[in-house]
């Protein structure tokens, strides 16, 4: 089944390594040619992710040699045309959420196991090129848009009744916690937890979060300031897991961490952080990157935030506003995850 | 059952941060005060950590702060003397193994699960301090010397028939990597296991090691030079476990990883490591540091070894020429582990 392209594809674009600072445009742009397991979406929802903004501040390579450059891995919104081998089960009028990939080669044993993300072919869902069927060579554009084209594969569907504004973030920053959550035991085997952000025990610059923490069930709170090797004194050796949501050094915090302890490091960071042999080993410690691995995780996290009625608390910022948006974000005035909404398209601020 | 104490103990001291150049001293030293759990041992071999050089060196504290410090933790001798007390079923004539760690609290979370490592009264074989009945306060001496007192609960027995001079290097090296290859399932959840040093797969600089490494059963060699970046080309995201047995930055050999694989530190260094974020979270790669938990690994490495009749190569030096060996081994001609004899007390050379 498939209708007609009666819309154009537009976006917030960015040509150079300044225009996060409030000079991205919106700008009409010819979307992948279409293959037959395609579909579109029509955009609702996208959140602003970190990584988006390291990318955007040329942190990984000059946004030039990929303008123009329209992020957003977070995107939410509903199916308006499906190709004849459209996968999912999706239809015209499902709600589906896109991460942070978009396409990888189906066949290795990665892609077997529904772990895309580590697939050597695996394309991102912006500032990457597709490798395949009419598309290939396409360079990938995001959800700070109007609309999103590519493999249904990777356009997951959201459960009924399930805000699809909440559902945005849970495509990169939910399922990456989710997954490193469960995989590290949170709640089985490991029993005292800590999120650099908000969790159970909730590590977090100095007493701004310390009343929303508590409403969000977290039951310590560990308040930090820029001097964290000092900030973390009387806390050494209470927690089985940390995750890290901040992409800053996390040397410090790792004192926090049990014998044989777990830190899992969810948030991307430009710089590397120096990583003492010593405490390591005298702690029998584990530094873990967070990644989530694809498909299987994706429907587990909707089940489960679902059933336990589990959604993150969101910022909502009018796609419109974008370059009020971003630089809102850098300035550390995201209190929540800041999701960015196209009312014209059905989403709700 | 006890002896009489008609021996002197004797040991390599160093007293400031440039001795293990060839300055060590043999001088005799006061025992801790007797203990009913301890035992004497007559050491016979010792072998040579590269954690006694970086301490020998001041890496961690002035010499002087422990002077006269008396290294070693790597050593094997006979039992000479038992207390009343005595654990382990030791007697003498039993021929025992000390490795880094000699005492603990005996009480807490990690000491019940035979984790003494971990426990926060931990006493090391040398540089510690005793926390416990007459011997409390006293500075620990290691294996550099020709007797050894300590708690009876941390000499292990070496089964029959193992050759004591191969059981040195086992009771720091050999433990801490059996311990990482069993934890991190080598062989059977981890199939290829790439160890710096010798392994599986061995790693090592230059050439010189490749002839050895496959007499020990290695399938696979990589060779790397100053560049390891460039040295590890063509081999990248092949190895499931990697064990690093040497101190330096590990970082460009991450690249050797399979996604989700695990890279085991083994051996101390005294410069952070700088860690990239994004590779880690790309690759969902795991750091963690080795150490072995205690008591009970020792009785099943030992238990192992013998079964399958698994020995370290090793070079012998007589004791009398530490102020030699120290030298070789600071300028890399450790070709295997350095173990150091006592002729005297029935060691051979």
């Given amino acids: ?9 537009q976006g917030w674009a960015a040509r150079d390594n300044d225009d996060y600072k409030g000079s991205l445009k919106l700008q009409s742009f010819d979307p992948k040619p279409w293959d037959e397991d395609d579909v579109d979406v029509r955009i609702m929802y996208c959140g602003i992710c970190g990584s988006d ?8 390579f000059p946004v030039s040699a990929m303008a123009p450059l329209i992020c957003g891995h977070e995107l939410v919104g509903e199916v308006i045309r499906v190709g004849s081998q459209v996968e999912n089960g999706l239809e015209v009028g499902t709600i589906v959420g896109v991460g942070a990939v978009s396409n990888s080669c189906r066949e290795c044993e990665y892609c077997v196991e529904e772990c895309e993300v580590f697939c050597k072919k695996r394309t991102t869902t912006y500032a990457g090129v597709f490798h395949r069927g009419n598309g290939a060579g396409y360079k990938t554009k995001g959800g700070y848009a109007s609309h999103w084209r590519g493999p249904s594969a ?17 495509m990169c920053a939910g399922i990456t916690v989710f997954s490193a959550l469960r995989r590290f035991g949170a709640g089985v085997t490991a029993k005292q937890v800590g ?6 025990t909730t590590i977090s610059r100095g007493e701004a979060k310390r009343q929303e923490a508590a409403k969000l069930g977290s039951s310590n709170y560990i308040a930090v300031s820029d001097d964290v ?11 089985d897991l940390v995750i890290c949501c901040t992409g800053g050094s996390y040397t410090d915090y790792l004192k926090l961490l049990k014998p044989r302890g777990t830190f899992v490091q969810a948030a991307i960071g430009t710089s590397p952080v120096p990583i003492s042999n010593i405490s390591l080993i005298t702690g029998g410690l584990t530094i873990v990157g967070a990644l989530a691995d694809g498909k299987a995780e994706y429907k587990d996290m909707f089940d489960f935030a679902a059933k336990h009625n589990i959604k993150p608390w969101i910022n909502r910022w009018d796609m419109k506003d974008i370059n009020k948006a971003l630089p809102a974000f850098t300035n550390g005035e995201a209190k929540y995850r800041m999701v960015l909404v196209n009312t014209e398209n059905g989403g709700s601020l």
Same sequence: chains 1, 2.
């Fill in 1 to 9: 089944m498939s209708s007609d392209s009666q819309y154009t594809f």
């Fill in 53 to 60: 903004v390291h990318v955007l501040s040329g942190a990984f």
């Fill in 229 to 239: 090797a000092t900030s973390v004194k009387g806390c050494e050796r209470t927690l």
């Fill in 154 to 170: 990777f356009a997951y569907p959201i459960p009924a009744g399930y805000d699809p504004a909440c559902a945005a973030p849970m």
């Fill in 195 to 200: 999120v650099i952000g908000i969790g159970v």
